[in-house]
C-alpha cells in the first residue's frame, strides 16, 4: 500500500499506559468502560476497541450504529448503549445483546416486547436525571418505570442505574456535582425500597473517577482522559489540591500530512481566498493537501501552526476545504513529501488538543472528534 497522504496515528503504549493508570486510580474490583463513541474521541472506533478491549470489562458508545460496528469489527465484551434508540430499532439492538441506557417508559416497554418475542431477558440501564436535564428519568417518574419493570422481570433486567454529572469538569467548586450524587443515591435507595437493585452502579466520567472516590461505584465510563487529556484546566487544578498522585496521561494521538507543493513568493505577495495574507518579506510556502473537510478547522486560518522538521511553522492564509499554506521560510531544508505534524509531537515541539482549542475558543473533545472519520488511523 502506498503511504497515506493525511492520516492519524495512534499510539498504542500511550492507550493502554493511560488505562493502567485508570485501573490503579479505581482498584481491581470497579469494572473500567472506556468510552468509544464518537469514532473513540477521534482516534477510531475499531482501532481502539481491538487495543483495550482484553483489558476491560465494558464498551460504551453512543448509539446503536457504533455498537453493531464494533460487533462487526470482532467485539466481544458487552456494549453500553448510552444514547437514544430509535423504537423501531429497539428489538434489533435487543437481540444482539446490547445493554441500554433507558430515560423513557415508552423504551423501556418497546424493549419488553422484544425481550419476550426474543425469549431472554434484555439488559437495560435506567438513567437517573439529577440535574443535567438531558436523558434521565426524573424522580416522580421513577414508581411508574420501577412498576414497569416488576411487570417485565420476564423479559428485562436491571443492569444497571446510572448518571450523568453536569458540572465537574468546569469548576473546581463541585457543590452541584455532590448534590447530583446525593441525588443519585436517594434515587437508588427509592429504587430499593421497590425491591430493585441494579448490578451495575455508575456515575463517573473521567473527571469523577480522577477526582471523587465516591463516585467509581462498580464502573467507571473513561472518555477524554484514556486518550490522554485532562477534562479540563479545572479538572487538573482540583486533581493537585485534593492531592491525586502518579496520574500521568500520555496523548494517544498524532495527526499528519505530507509537504504537497513548495512555493517561494515574493514580498507583498498575497496568500489564500480572499487574500486575507500578505508576505511581509520575501517567504517559502508549503502547500499540505489537509483542511476543514480533514477537520483541520477554519477558524485556524493565518493563526494556527503546524510542525516540520521538529520547528514550528505558522498557518497563511485562510484554510481552503482540501488544502492549508504555513510559512516554512524559517525551517531549513523543507522538502517535498516531507511529513508534517498538525496536532501531536514532532521531536521536542508540541502542538496539542489543548493548543488547538485555545486557539478556537472551543475544547479539544471538539478538535479531536472532528477528525475526518475517513482518514487512515494507523496503530503505532
Not at 458508545?61 to 448503549?81: F, H, M, N, W, Y
Request: hydrophobic share 40%.
Amino acid at each position: 500500500m502506498p503511504r497515506p497522504i493525511t492520516w492519524v496515528e495512534i499510539d498504542r503504549d500511550a492507550l493502554l499506559a493511560n488505562l493502567r493508570t485508570f485501573r490503579r486510580r479505581v482498584g481491581p474490583r470497579v469494572a473500567l468502560c472506556p468510552v468509544v463513541k464518537a469514532n473513540a474521541y477521534g482516534h477510531g472506533l475499531t482501532e481502539v476497541a481491538r487495543l483495550v478491549e482484553p483489558h476491560v470489562g465494558f464498551l460504551a458508545v453512543q448509539s446503536l450504529e457504533e455498537a453493531v460496528a464494533l460487533r462487526r469489527a470482532g467485539a466481544r465484551k458487552p456494549i453500553l448503549i448510552l444514547g437514544y434508540v430509535p423504537r423501531a430499532a429497539l428489538h434489533t439492538a435487543a437481540r444482539a445483546g446490547f445493554h441500554l441506557s433507558v430515560s423513557n417508559r415508552e423504551s423501556l416497554l418497546g424493549l419488553a416486547r422484544a425481550g419476550r418475542r426474543l425469549g431472554s431477558r434484555v439488559p437495560v440501564h435506567l438513567e437517573l436525571e439529577t440535574g443535567t436535564h438531558r436523558l434521565g428519568v426524573v424522580p416522580e417518574d421513577l414508581p411508574a418505570f420501577a412498576a414497569a419493570l416488576h411487570e417485565a422481570r420476564d423479559a428485562l433486567t436491571l443492569a444497571g442505574v446510572s448518571t450523568h454529572f453536569a458540572n465537574i469538569e468546569d469548576t473546581t467548586n463541585h457543590t452541584f456535582a455532590r448534590s447530583q450524587l446525593r441525588a443519585y443515591r436517594a434515587g437508588l435507595e427509592r429504587l430499593a425500597t421497590m425491591g430493585l437493585r441494579p448490578r451495575l452502579r455508575h456515575t463517573a466520567c473521567s473527571a469523577a473517577a480522577i477526582l471523587f472516590d465516591e463516585t467509581h461505584f462498580d464502573l467507571v465510563r473513561v472518555g477524554i482522559s484514556l486518550y490522554g487529556h485532562w477534562p479540563s484546566r479545572e479538572t487538573l487544578v482540583s486533581s493537585r489540591t485534593r492531592r491525586v498522585t502518579h496520574l500521568r496521561l500520555r496523548p494517544v494521538l498524532t495527526w499528519k500530512t505530507r509537504v504537497a507543493q513548495l512555493q517561494d513568493v515574493p514580498a507583498g505577495a498575497t496568500v489564500g481566498y480572499g487574500c486575507s495574507h500578505r508576505t511581509t518579506r520575501r517567504s517559502r510556502l508549503a502547500v499540505l493537501p489537509s483542511g476543514y473537510w480533514d477537520g483541520y478547522d477554519r477558524g485556524l486560518s493565518n493563526i494556527g501552526r503546524v510542525l516540520v522538521r521538529g520547528q514550528e511553522a505558522p498557518v497563511r492564509g485562510r484554510v481552503c476545504m482540501n488544502m492549508t499554506m504555513v510559512d516554512v521560510t524559517d525551517v531549513p531544508g523543507v522538502a517535498l513529501e516531507d511529513e508534517v505534524v498538525l496536532l501531536g509531537a514532532q521531536g521536542p515541539a508540541q502542538v496539542s488538543a489543548e493548543d488547538l482549542a485555545t486557539l478556537l475558543g472551543t475544547i479539544p473533545y471538539e478538535v479531536l472528534t472532528r477528525i475526518n472519520p475517513t482518514l487512515p488511523r494507523v496503530v503505532v
